[in-house]
């Protein structure tokens, strides 16, 4: 009767595995191609940060040159211009965050997946000197 409860519960381990996988996987591969996307417009918001529920601030590129706007439900305004390097420095800090972020998540992965295994070995040889008795 153990057994079945175990055996159930390591399908419902590998079903979760491999969901999370494919959405790794899905989150992966869009990443890359909405990024791809959007480097090539010529209107890009760098940053979206929500202050009330229908107003938010903006910091967007247009070209070469970068605004912070604010938005509401009912218009945009401009509150400052940047500079070409204020742009620049926020765009390699936004780069560079999405890089320590995947590297985290990959770390995570592989963390989950040595412990996964380390389970199943676990229960598998809990079988074993079961089966033996």
């Known amino acids: ?12 381990i590998l ?3 491999v969901t999370l996988g494919l959405m790794f996987l899905s989150f ?9 996307v959007n480097n090539n417009k010529y209107v890009k918001v760098i940053e979206r940060v ?3 529920k229908e107003n ?6 247009i070209g070469q040159k970068g605004y912070v706007i604010t938005s509401t ?18 765009e390699e800090d936004k780069k560079k965050a999405a ?14 997946k040595k412990s996964f295994f380390k389970i199943v070995k676990y229960i598998r ?4 000197k079961h089966e033996k008795k």
Do not use: P
């Open 56 to 61: 938010s601030i903006l910091i967007v590129k």
């Open 28 to 36: 992966k591969l869009m990443g890359t191609k909405l990024n791809a």
């Open 125 to 128: 040889s809990k079988e074993e």
């Open 50 to 52: 929500q202050v009330t």
């Open 1 to 12: 009767m153990d057994f079945e409860f175990l055996g159930m519960f390591i399908k419902l």
């Open 73 to 90: 439900s009912g218009q945009m305004e401009k509150l400052s211009e940047l500079s070409q390097e204020e742009i620049n420095s926020i």
């Open 99 to 112: 890089k320590d972020t995947l590297e985290s998540y990959n770390k995570l992965i592989l963390k989950s």
């Open 15 to 17: 079903a979760l595995g």
